[in-house]
């Protein structure tokens, strides 16, 4: 293609070396992007569970409309086990990343069992 023509995904060029090849990867970076996500992930599920018990309150407090209470309660408490799952997968990601940065600069894990 040439150019001047627009492209339905814009690329970063700094994403690709002018010979093609990919650049290299940051391990660091990707680290600390990962315990960001982590903390984000950690703090939907505190948000989510919070709000859940505040929901649990509700349907005590107002008879009326409890059963509306309790299902919000049940879908907050499932959005809060969900964004647990989310932040323990990236804790697993930044340990990935952690132990890929190590052996790139030549620190080796030894393995005694």
Do not use: C, S, W
Request: aromatic share 6%; hydrophobic share 30%; proline share 3%.
């Amino acid at each position: 293609m040439a150019e001047n023509q627009h492209h339905l995904f814009h690329h970063n060029k700094d994403e690709v070396n002018p010979i093609g090849a990919e650049k290299p990867v940051d391990y660091r970076k990707e680290e600390k992007h990962k315990k960001h996500l982590e903390q984000t992930g950690g703090l939907g599920a505190a948000a989510t569970g919070v709000y859940a018990l505040h929901e649990k309150h509700e349907a005590k407090k107002d008879p009326q409309h409890a059963h509306k209470h309790k299902v919000e309660e049940e879908i907050a408490a499932a959005v809060a086990v969900g964004a647990g799952g989310y932040a323990f997968h990236e804790h697993h990601g930044k340990k990935d990343a952690k132990k890929q940065e190590e052996e790139a600069h030549g620190k080796q894990h030894h393995h005694l069992f």
